[in-house]
């Protein structure tokens, strides 16, 4: 019986992206940190309750834990992707391992008081959620492409692992040991991952050039999202899912005490189905994603999760609940590590850890909304009843969104188009000059017309999301067939980071508008620099530019 089981594992072991010893070791790492992380938040809430008689101090604990995701997720993606991956990881996990420290000495000192437990697990939430975006984003450089998807399953599993063996592993020394000691473990879980990315190589810069600032950085992938369909497909299928399902998460452990009359043992129970349904979940993602397009398999999990929790709402037997809660984990994964994966298939290089962390802000904001409202629901209604609608919600919103579709990205999407041919500009501008317009002429025959200006409608999202402000197409009145496209970028940096930011894709996109020129005639290509008229009196110089027909490429 051994031997067709120790040849099952080797077949799965040799397609497993956990054949890469790179990612094996940093994977085995993010199961540690997600493990300290569980344990320290476990600590900090049950320490709290011993210190403090009052809820709401409790109940703060969650908010400090995980209100940082919120205040700066999207600057925790912008700083992944601007400076090293591995010093952001290597200076989130000194911070959690400072914090776990400190926590733990505190407490076996008795010196740890309720706020100051609070600002403790602030900062370790802050920590956490720098490490969110750049750990996530590091996967595509450890696997293969065709991977990704399994990679970012596989770090599924580990997160409800860690979900359910932390808080009972946390118990279990608090038991043992008290407390303090208890975070003292948790911090050693920081320690793998501080070895594993010390050995990494720099990696190189995912755009030539002047880096982005912090605020650029933030806006840049705001604007990236906003204009990329994709994205935004993601984003709506996430917000439309975790707000509805944060019901059972809001309420499970009321549904275990008021629904099924349980104590402790038996809401660890669910718990522990759930977590149990999520690691099967996980590790049947990547096989369907194989078999079925990133949408179905979205649909599927959303409408077994109505089906669960629907099971759950409906039944007061308790091995019934275990059984809903089991799909409703399945579910859980199912969608929202297929969306992940579909997030890091579909974003290239340059923005990946910001497409990453909107994700990741998506799904805590629709939490903690999602709690507030299921929350005040069940208070005037029931449970039940808040279930009941969380389901009908999310069925309904299924059907809503039908036309939102995602997919997973293919190389043309997010790896980089030819190299741009150079501007023959011989006085270059300074980074921060600008604005700068960029101006192209097309010459386009009648016949040829419409199928012109139904291309270039597509250029318009691609400028956008790689930098551009604002984008038109003009009509010449003068000339018959003139097109003029013309954007503004907000200084020379950006525009030399939007040239490097365009994919095989958006090239595509523009070879087939460039092929309705007149034949014979050449697009011509203007790039102006804006200038600072004195306020005294206007000069005859209104602008410098650079015309540069020679290079069909912007």
Not at 8 to 21: G, I, M, V
Not at 352 to 378: C, D, F, K, Y
Not at 536 to 544: E, F
Request: charged share 15%; aromatic share 8%.
């Amino acid at each position: 019986m051994s031997l067709p089981l120790v040849t099952l594992l080797s077949r799965s072991f040799e397609t497993s992206p956990l054949r890469h010893a790179r990612f094996r070791a940093f994977y085995f790492a993010s199961i540690g940190v997600a493990l300290g992380y569980t344990m320290q938040a476990t600590m900090a809430a049950w320490l709290m309750a011993t210190m403090t008689p009052s809820a709401l101090m409790v109940a703060l604990v969650q908010t400090a834990s995980t209100g940082p995701a919120i205040l700066f997720g999207l600057v925790a993606g912008a700083l992944a992707d601007i400076v090293q991956r591995r010093h952001v990881i290597l200076a989130t996990q000194v911070l959690l391992l400072i914090g776990a420290v400190v926590l733990g000495v505190a407490t076996l000192a008795g010196l740890m008081a309720p706020w100051a437990l609070l600002a403790l697990t602030f900062v370790t939430g802050i920590g956490f959620t720098f490490y969110m975006p750049a750990q996530q984003a590091s996967i595509n450089e450890l696997v293969e492409r065709a991977e990704v998807s399994q990679a970012v399953a596989l770090g599924a599993v580990a997160m409800n692992v860690a979900r359910a063996v932390g808080p009972a592993l946390a118990g279990a020394i608090a038991a043992w040991a008290g407390s303090g000691n208890a975070f003292l473990v948790s911090a050693v879980c920081f320690v793998g991952m501080i070895f594993v990315v010390r050995g990494w190589t720099p990696q190189q810069p995912a755009l030539p050039g002047v880096p982005e600032t912090l605020l650029s950085g933030v806006n840049s992938g705001l604007r990236y999202v906003r204009h990329s369909a994709p994205m935004r497909a993601i984003i709506t299928r996430t917000l439309t899912f975790s707000i509805c399902a944060s019901a059972l998460w809001a309420l499970l452990p009321v549904i275990a005490r008021d629904q099924l009359g349980l104590g402790a043992g038996g809401f660890g129970a669910l718990f522990g189905s759930f977590g149990a349904g999520a690691v099967v979940g996980a590790m049947n993602i990547p096989g369907q994603l194989k078999r079925h397009s990133l949408n179905k398999v979205v649909v599927v999990a959303s409408l077994l999760w109505v089906i669960s929790t629907t099971l759950v709402a409906a039944t007061t037997i308790t091995a019934v609940a275990v059984v809903g809660a089991f799909g409703a984990g399945a579910s859980w994964v199912g969608v929202l590590a297929s969306l992940g994966a579909g997030t890091q298939s579909a974003a290239p290089a340059w923005v990946r850890a910001r497409a990453v962390a909107m994700n990741l802000l998506t799904v805590q904001a629709s939490l903690a909304l999602g709690a507030v409202v299921w929350g005040t629901l069940a208070s005037w209604a029931g449970t039940r009843v808040a279930l009941l609608v969380s389901a009908g919600a999310l069925l309904l919103l299924l059907g809503v969104n039908r036309r939102v579709r995602v997919r997973l990205g293919g190389d043309k999407d997010t790896l980089p188009g030819t190299q741009s041919p150079d501007m023959g500009i011989a006085d270059l501008p300074q980074p921060d000059d600008g604005p700068v317009l960029i101006q192209i002429e097309y010459r386009i025959d009648a016949d040829k017309q419409d199928a012109f200006l139904r291309a270039i409608r597509a250029i318009g999202p691609a400028r956008r999301r790689n930098g551009a402000s604002s984008w038109r197409v003009f009509r010449d009145l003068g000339e018959e067939g003139l097109f003029v496209e013309r954007y503004i970028i907000t200084s020379w940096a950006e525009y030399v980071r939007l040239r490097s930011r365009m994919t095989i894709a958006d090239r595509q996109l523009q070879q087939e508008v460039s092929s309705y020129q007149r034949a014979g005639t050449l697009i011509r290509v203007s790039r102006l620099l804006g200038v600072d008229l004195p306020e005294s009196a206007m000069t005859d110089r209104s602008a410098r530019w650079k015309p540069d027909s020679r290079s069909p490429t912007r």
